[in-house]
């Protein structure tokens, strides 16, 4: 907002002060009119006619007509709204039992995808454990290869001798 010249402000405060109470907390200004009772009579009163007594005179009569149409009015309203209720507490159970069961289907993944995963990691050790004692029965595979080049050897060298 616009900022008042602090002279300005200082006059409003007091002419505010002398109309009912003001209180300031901070940045907030609360104003309580005093008489305001009055003041909201005074301010619906036509033109030209004195505001109505404390009496009460000014108020019409309530027509029973009306009262009937509003109160059938406010039995259909509160009908509706039970309706509305009963729809809504329906569409709720629906979601979540529609809740219940993407979680349980979740839940049911986790648990097989739990399950395959183990599965996997003993056949992995079975495989290593495999590979590792092939690994220990293929040891003597090269001394054996090297006698097998090394009696192919002589036995060439035993045939260039016969021929």
């Known amino acids: 907002g616009r900022q008042l010249p602090e002279g300005r402000r200082a006059t409003l405060a007091s002419a505010l002060e002398l109309e009912g109470t003001v ?4 940045r907030l200004t609360q104003f309580v009119a ?20 404390g009496s009460g ?3 019409p009569a309530i027509d029973p007509g009306a009262l009937q149409d509003v109160v059938a009015l ?7 709204v039970d309706e509305l209720l009963r729809n ?3 569409g709720l159970q629906a979601l ?3 809740s219940v069961g ?3 289907t979740y839940r049911d993944g986790v648990e097989s995808l739990g399950e395959a995963a183990d599965l996997s990691i003993r056949a992995m050790y079975a495989l290593v454990a495999r590979c590792e004692e092939l690994d220990r029965a293929m040891q003597p595979v090269p001394a054996l290869a090297k006698r097998i ?9 035993l045939e260039g001798l016969c021929k």
């Open 102 to 104: 993407c979680i349980q």
């Open 74 to 80: 406010a039995g259909q309203v509160a009908a509706q």
């Open 23 to 26: 209180l300031r907390e901070g």
């Open 88 to 90: 809504v507490h329906c």
């Open 96 to 98: 979540t039992a529609l």
């Open 57 to 59: 005179s000014s108020i």
């Open 149 to 157: 080049r090394d009696m192919k050897g002589t036995l060439e060298r």
């Open 34 to 53: 005093n008489n305001l009772e009055r003041r909201i009579r005074l301010s619906g009163a036509p033109r030209g006619e004195p505001p109505a007594g």
